[in-house]
C-alpha cells in the first residue's frame, strides 16, 4: 500500500515567487492536513481539507493557501515567497477527521523549501 | 491558542537505559498522540491515547493519558541506537484533523 506522497522532496525558490506543493494521500483516506516545519517553530498546523472543503486553518498569513481536489490529492501555494518560509513542508492524511482519533496522521517525507 | 510544553528538549543516554520525556498543555486535549521523526522523514505514530488516564504499551514503547487531560508522558525501555530520532508528543481534539505538536525531544543513544 503506497503512503503519503510529497512532491516535489526539494526545491529552492528566490524571494518572491511562488510556489506550489503537491501531496497524494493514502489510498481511501479523504483527510489531508498540512503543517510547516521549521528549526524554531517546530510543526505548526497550515490548514486540514476533507472531501474538498477547507475544516480548520492554521494562524498563517493569507500567502498561504491549498485546495483539495475530487481524488482526496492536495495542493498547497505561497505566494509571495519570503526567506522566513524556508521550512519542510509535510503533509498528513487520515481516513476521515473523525477517524484521527483511531488512526492519527500518516505523514509524507516533506517538501524541503529554501528560499534564497 | 493551544501550547504544548516538551521536555527534555535533548537527551544523551547509554545503550540500554530507560528514556522518559512529557508533555504538559494549558488547555485541555481529548487526544494525545507520540511520534518518532527520523532525519529527512516525517513524524511516524508510535502511540495514541484516547482516554484520561489511559496507560498503553507498543513493545518497549509505554504511554499515558494524563488524568487532568493536560498532560501525557511515554517511556522507552532498554533503549537501542535504532531510537535515536526527535520525539513528538501531539494534542488533538475531538473532531479535528488537526494537532497542535509539542517541540520535541531529541534522543541521542550512545552504543
Known amino acids: 500500500k503506497a503512503g503519503v506522497t510529497q512532491t516535489p522532496r526539494y526545491l529552492i525558490k528566490t524571494r518572491g515567487q511562488q510556489v506550489t506543493l503537491s501531496c497524494s494521500p493514502i489510498s481511501g483516506h479523504r483527510s489531508v492536513s498540512w503543517y510547516q516545519q521549521t528549526p524554531g517553530q517546530g510543526l505548526q498546523f497550515l490548514f486540514e481539507?476533507?472531501?474538498?472543503?477547507?475544516?480548520n486553518k492554521g494562524n498563517f498569513p493569507g500567502r498561504f493557501s491549498g485546495r483539495q481536489f475530487s481524488n482526496s490529492r492536495s495542493e498547497m501555494n505561497v505566494s509571495t515567497l519570503e526567506l522566513g518560509d524556508s521550512a519542510l513542508y509535510l503533509c498528513a492524511s487520515s481516513p476521515d477527521p473523525n477517524r484521527v482519533l483511531s488512526y492519527g496522521y500518516t505523514f509524507g517525507s516533506g517538501t524541503r523549501l529554501t528560499i534564497v | 491558542g493551544q501550547q504544548l510544553n516538551q521536555s527534555p528538549q535533548s537527551m544523551f543516554i547509554q545503550e540500554g537505559e530507560d528514556v522518559s520525556m512529557n508533555c504538559t498543555s494549558s488547555?485541555?486535549?481529548?487526544?494525545w498522540l507520540w511520534y518518532k521523526q527520523d532525519p529527512g522523514e516525517g513524524p511516524v505514530l508510535l502511540i495514541a491515547l484516547y482516554k484520561a488516564g489511559e496507560l498503553t504499551s507498543n513493545g518497549r514503547l509505554t504511554a499515558q493519558f494524563g488524568i487532568t487531560r493536560k498532560d501525557s508522558f511515554l517511556n522507552i525501555s532498554a533503549s537501542i541506537p535504532s531510537d535515536v530520532g526527535i520525539y513528538f508528543c501531539?494534542?488533538?481534539?475531538?473532531?479535528?484533523?488537526?494537532?497542535?505538536f509539542g517541540d520535541g525531544t531529541t534522543l541521542t543513544v550512545k552504543p
Open positions: 501531539a494534542g488533538s481534539d475531538t473532531n479535528a484533523g488537526k494537532s497542535t
Open positions: 488547555s485541555i486535549f481529548n487526544t
Open positions: 481539507y476533507f472531501s474538498e472543503t477547507q475544516r
